[in-house]
């Protein structure tokens, strides 16, 4: 069972060194975080890096799992999937301009950073996404009642 | 290295509660196949990001071998406004990557190998970083600041550690990827257990179960089949009907004996993997149409949430830095001042002078690092004219000065490329009038393929180095 007459082939040496490289890359992001203290401030830093990781994995996801649980009371099989992409697009949108939508940022005396109605701005997006996402049920509902009524016997 | 495949000694048994259920994540996207489709996209979009960000890092910080050139005019306005486009549509495909491979943060027992609690531990400056360089980049691009590290340095070194990472992951899930995407990946999936093919893979091992049986031997060994065979319970017919290997949720690491796209989704249960991929590419691309028009020339009318418009702002154009910020309000409306150019043959001009100097005009877009741009037309005096009357040779670095008094832009360098370049002016004015004071009046530096922070504003003086 020991693989000591077992040669690594290329893909395992390809690997190996990708490996490597990626381990002094990732040795050097670490030096220069904490070779330039006064920029970097490394103890923020880290909460930063810890904070977030922790936000998703014991908040994000047993949100979003939360959600996806409540919806499968809430939503019909054939509808969910669609209200389910939709909620994950809804999101990212929020979340890639939030800072702008909630007001935070930008500098009082400079009225050309985030300059526009984000608040109104973000729901005519996301009123075009929800449209989209409307317009898809219906098909899915149309769809679904000319398979009823095409197969009568069929549910 | 030896060590590395060694099977832990397995952990007591313990009842297997909450997140640690065998069935505690039932959704059907927790597959491999999803997991490697969308780390392919990702790893793409994050490459994209990081070399686009080496581009603007080395064209604000160029070693003294590295003179970058003054053309294409557009080149930074695309690597940048490409950075922050990117980075903004990965929101997306980083949360639904981060979803589908959630089950294996508390995957049992915890660590199998050395090699496999390696390839666990590389997954935090992975993820850490990942969340860090986005959301970082999302506050700074609105000019959010409440952290308190300095946001271009800590990103940049923070880059290098989530790329190293990657490469780490990269290295550790290859064989994962190649049995569960492309052409031929069944043979692959079949081969991954050959001898050889990936000596310290912890990956494409069954989950062990809570232990009936002997141990599946981790390391691929020359023993015929070692990965379908202890496989317990996912009925494993690769393409039977029955087979619906990703329903259970637990990629159980049997990626390699599954061919999911055998396994049709089965319908009404929710999302699909190709309706994830879509909800996926639907976000990036909503995201990308409202905010990709603060960099793409036209597209300002669909700009909806990017953290700039490109016509909005003093003379029709945005400002970063205003002349209150910077303090300099009362030095830049000085009557007195004047211009300094120091070489060979030194002089100094007024306004009126500088002026009068020669009138060139140039429609150069200002490049935010922030990924913004706007288009604009420029005229003043051309820079290698103005370094000519000083008796600067044609291959002389220069200096320009901003009357700001301190912060790490008041000064910029301009090397010989753009310095010399027709193009470049010590503008005055813009769009025909005199330049508004947020814009730089009574002089700035504009030059081809140059980030803004170093278009330097309030200029009163060029100094031959």
């Known amino acids: 069972m020991k693989r000591s007459g077992v ?116 729901a005519i997006v996301l009123g075009a996404v929800w449209a989209v996402a409307a317009a898809l049920i219906a098909m899915r509902a149309l769809r679904a009642r000319r398979g009823r009524r095409a197969a009568p016997d069929g549910s | 290295m030896r060590v590395l495949p060694e099977r832990l000694p397995r952990p007591p048994a313990i009842p297997r509660r909450g997140p640690l259920r065998e069935d505690a994540f039932p959704s059907r996207l927790h597959d491999p196949r999803m997991a490697a489709l969308l780390g392919i996209w990702l790893g793409v979009a994050f490459g994209v990001c990081f070399l686009t960000g080496l581009v603007s890092h080395f064209m604000q910080h160029p070693p003294s071998w590295l003179d970058w050139p003054a ?194 989704d089965p319908a009404g249960t929710g999302l699909s993997r190709r309706g994830l991929g879509i909800a996926v590419g639907a976000a990036a691309g909503v995201i990308t149409v409202t905010s990709a028009g603060q960099f793409v020339p036209g597209l300002a009318s669909l700009d909806l949430l990017g953290p700039r418009r490109p016509d909005v702002g003093p003379q029709g154009l945005p400002v970063n830095r205003t002349a209150a910020a910077a303090r300099v309000r009362t030095l ?44 604009a037309t420029w005229h003043g005096p051309r820079l290698r004219d103005l370094l000519d009357a000083a008796g600067i040779p044609a291959g002389a670095t220069v200096r320009v000065e901003s009357l700001e008094s301190r912060g790490g832009y008041r000064a910029s360098e301009v090397r010989p490329p753009h310095a010399r370049d027709p193009l470049t002016l010590l503008a005055t004015g813009l769009d025909g009038a005199d330049l508004n004071l947020d814009h730089g009046y009574p002089a700035r530096l504009i030059a081809p393929n140059r980030p803004g922070v170093l278009q330097t504003k309030w200029v009163h003086r060029v100094v031959m180095l």
């Open chain 2, 71 to 264: 053309r294409p005019v557009w080149l930074y306005r695309l690597t940048q406004g490409l950075h922050v486009a990117t980075g903004l549509a990965s929101i997306p495909l980083l949360l639904a990557k981060l979803w589908t491979v959630y089950p294996r943060l508390w995957e049992w027992p915890p660590v199998r190998s050395v090699a496999h609690a390696l390839e666990r531990l590389t997954i935090v400056p992975l993820v850490a970083g990942a969340l860090f360089q986005l959301a970082t980049g999302v506050a700074n691009i609105a000019q959010w600041y409440r952290f308190r590290f300095f946001f271009t340095v800590t990103h940049y070194w923070v880059a290098w550690i989530t790329i190293g990472a990657l490469l780490l992951h990269i290295a550790a899930k290859v064989t994962v990827v190649r049995a569960n995407v492309g052409r031929g990946r069944a043979g692959r999936a079949r081969d991954a257990g050959g001898p050889g093919s990936d000596q310290a893979e912890p990956e494409p091992e069954p989950e062990p179960e809570p232990e009936p049986e002997p141990e599946p031997e981790p390391e691929p060994e020359p023993e015929p089949e070692p990965e379908p065979g202890p496989e317990p319970k996912p009925k494993p017919k690769p393409d039977g009907p029955g087979s619906d290997g990703p329903r259970t949720g637990e990629p159980t690491g049997d990626a390699v004996d599954i061919d999911p796209r055998a396994a049709p």
């Open chain 2, 332 to 375: 830049a409306r000085d009557p007195g001042y004047r211009l300094e150019v120091v070489g060979p043959r030194p002089y100094t001009l007024s306004l009126v002078e500088l002026r009068a100097f020669g009138q060139h005009i140039s429609t150069l877009p200002i490049t935010c690092v922030e990924g913004w741009s706007a288009d």
């Open chain 1, 7 to 122: 040669r690594p082939t290329v893909g395992a040496v390809v690997r190996g060194l990708v490996a490597v490289a990626g381990l002094a890359v990732l040795g050097y992001g670490v030096h220069g975080l904490l070779g330039m203290p006064h920029a970097t401030h490394p103890p923020q830093a880290a909460r930063w890096l810890i904070g977030g990781l922790l936000l998703h994995d014991l908040v994000a996801f047993p949100v979003t799992a939360a959600v996806g649980f409540v919806l499968t009371r809430l939503v019909r099989a054939p509808y969910r999937a669609v209200v389910q992409g939709t909620l994950l697009a809804s999101v990212s949108v929020a979340l890639a301009s939030l800072p702008l939508w909630r007001g935070y940022g930008g500098a009082p005396d400079n009225p050309s950073v985030d300059p526009l109605p984000y608040g109104r701005n973000l």
